[in-house]
């Protein structure tokens, strides 16, 4: 594992889902880390991990977080948890792209 990455020298993946990209910062058995870049009017669907948490922190745009059976608008700086089993999304229904750092934890 690298002590330091300069995101800016990795390359964007775009993922399963069309619109969104990522960049590895940690991939590890027990957690993973990833800055994620999600394109304007792009949604991932709603899905469910039964083995670990994860998070979003917003780094840039105003992406919606749907958790559970509740929609959430977001601003840069804030903080997001996907407790395991429970059923999420990440929509941008914006004209501009949203960053954020994205990670799970196994539990």
Known sequence: ????????????????VKGFFGKDFINATN???KLVKV???????????????????????NPAFFIEDTLHSS????FFIFPANAHHAIENNTDEDCIMIIGSIKQ
């Open 31 to 33: 957690g993973t880390v």
């Open 75 to 78: 601003e840069a700086g804030n």
């Open 39 to 61: 394109a304007p009017h792009q949604k991932y669907p709603v899905h469910k991990h039964p083995d670990k948490m994860e998070y979003a922190y917003v780094v840039q745009g």
């Open 1 to 16: 594992m690298k002590n330091k990455i300069i995101s800016d020298s990795l390359e964007w993946n775009e993922g399963k």
